[in-house]
């Protein structure tokens, strides 16, 4: 339940900051932080030494990263939607690859950070499109 908890909190507090410091007035930042989250799995199977994992990861990750590309140069609801994918891989990741590497807190706190940081986009994008049409969110 902890990983769970941290998870949330953190993708919570991470958004608050963001927006605080304005890290997040660029378009890049929820991409970026859909990359980064993604690029784990592919080190934690590099720690270990499985080059067939880390492909396998690599290959995982890419989907990420198109996401990631595509909310920046088109809708940053794709990259809502990105976080929220990864998320439910998270959930299934264990079924999906064998990688010793993963500690096994991670995919639970993966899971709550993804969908933590994708709702708080998703909070974002819609409290700006209330204001361009003037209704306060």
Not at 22 to 43: E, Q, T, W
Not at 78 to 97: C, E, K, S, T
Request: with cysteine.
């Amino acid at each position: 339940m902890l990983p769970y908890v941290v998870g949330i909190v953190l993708s919570i507090a991470v958004a608050a900051f963001a927006r605080w410091a304005g890290f997040d007035r660029d378009r890049a930042f929820y991409p970026a932080v859909l990359i980064v989250v993604a690029s784990y799995y592919v080190l934690f199977a590099a720690m270990v030494g499985s080059v067939e994992t880390v492909l396998f990861e690599t290959i995982l990750m890419t989907l990420s990263v198109i996401a990631a590309v595509a909310g920046f140069k088109g809708s940053p609801w794709i990259v809502v939607g990105g976080l929220a994918a990864h998320g439910v891989q998270d959930a299934v990741h264990g079924y999906i690859v064998a990688n010793a590497g993963v500690p096994a807190w991670w995919p639970a706190w993966c899971l709550a950070y993804d969908v933590g940081a994708a709702g708080a986009l998703a909070w974002l994008l819609m409290r700006a499109k209330a204001d361009v049409v003037g209704v306060r969110a």
